[in-house]
C-alpha cells in the first residue's frame, strides 16, 4: 500500500511569508504526527492530530499550528517565517489507540529554506 | 522531562565489523524505544522496537538492540557491517505508549569503510 505522502518536497520562502505544508497518511492510519529536523536542533516533537483535533503539541510558538480533515489528511501552517524556520519537516502516520504496538511510518519529509 | 542520549555523534566502523552505536535514557520508568535509521535525503525508517517482554530485540537488516533496564540503555548493534548501513541513525523513546510522539535522541552518523 502507499506510504505516507509529504508535498511538497521542497519549498523556498522568504522571510515574513507563511507557507502551508501537506500530509496523507497511509490508508486507514487515523494519527498524524509531525516533526522538525535542524542540525543545531534535531528531531523535534511538533504536534499530533487524530479525529481532526490536536492530541499533543510539542514546544513551540504560535506560530507553529496544523490541521486534520475528515480523510486524516493534515496540514501544518508556519506563519511569518523566521531564518530558523528552515527545516525537513517529517510527518507519521500511525493508527491510533492504545496499543503499543503502534508504529509510526514517516514520510519522506518537506524541506524549507527561507531566505 | 524524558531525554535521550547518543554517545558520539560519529562512529565510524571497517565493513564486516562489529557496529555499536550508544543511546541512553533518563527515567525511573521504562519507557518505549525506538532506533530508527535515515539515509540521506529520506524520512525515518523503524529498525525495531522495545515495548515490553524479550530485552533482546531484534529488528530488520541484522540489527538488534538490548534493553538494560539497570543502565537505562539501549544499543544498538550489528555483527557485521555492510556498505549500505552508512546511513544517521536515531534513538528515540515514547512515554506515551505509542510511537506518535517521540523524544529523539541527537542521532549518530554511521560511517563504513571499505
Known amino acids: 500500500k502507499a506510504g505516507v505522502t509529504q508535498t511538497p518536497r521542497y519549498l523556498i520562502k522568504t522571510r515574513g511569508q507563511q507557507v502551508t505544508l501537506s500530509c496523507s497518511p497511509i490508508?486507514?492510519?487515523?494519527?498524524v504526527s509531525w516533526y522538525q529536523q535542524t542540525p543545531g536542533q534535531g528531531l523535534q516533537f511538533l504536534f499530533e492530530?487524530?479525529?481532526?483535533?490536536?492530541?499533543n503539541k510539542g514546544n513551540f510558538p504560535g506560530r507553529f499550528s496544523g490541521r486534520q480533515f475528515s480523510n486524516s489528511r493534515s496540514e501544518m501552517n508556519v506563519s511569518t517565517l523566521e531564518l530558523g524556520d528552515s527545516a525537513l519537516y517529517l510527518c507519521?502516520?500511525?493508527?491510533?489507540?492504545?496499543?503499543?504496538?503502534?508504529?509510526?511510518?514517516f514520510g519522506q519529509g518537506t524541506r524549507l529554506t527561507v531566505v | 522531562a524524558q531525554s535521550v542520549t547518543q554517545l558520539g555523534s560519529h562512529v565510524s566502523v571497517s565493513e564486516g565489523a562489529l557496529v555499536l552505536l550508544r543511546c541512553n535514557y533518563s527515567s525511573s520508568v521504562p519507557p518505549y524505544l525506538f532506533w530508527y535509521v535515515q539515509y540521506p535525503n529520506q524520512g525515518l525508517q523503524l529498525l525495531l522496537k522495545?515495548?515490553?517482554?524479550?530485552?533482546l530485540v531484534k529488528g530488520i537488516n541484522g540489527f538488534e538492540a538490548e534493553f538494560k533496564k539497570s543502565e537505562t540503555s539501549f544499543h544498538l548493534t550489528k555483527p557485521s557491517a555492510h556498505m549500505s548501513d552508512a546511513a544517521e541513525y536515531f534513538c528515540a523513546v515514547s512515554y506515551s505508549g505509542s510511537a506518535r510522539q517521540l523524544t529523539f535522541g541527537s542521532g549518530t552518523q554511521l560511517t563504513v569503510l571499505p
Open positions: 507519521a502516520s500511525s493508527l491510533f489507540g492504545t496499543d503499543t504496538n503502534t508504529e509510526a511510518f
Open positions: 522495545y515495548t515490553t517482554g524479550a530485552t
Open positions: 492530530y487524530f479525529s481532526e483535533t490536536q492530541r
Open positions: 490508508s486507514g492510519h487515523r494519527s
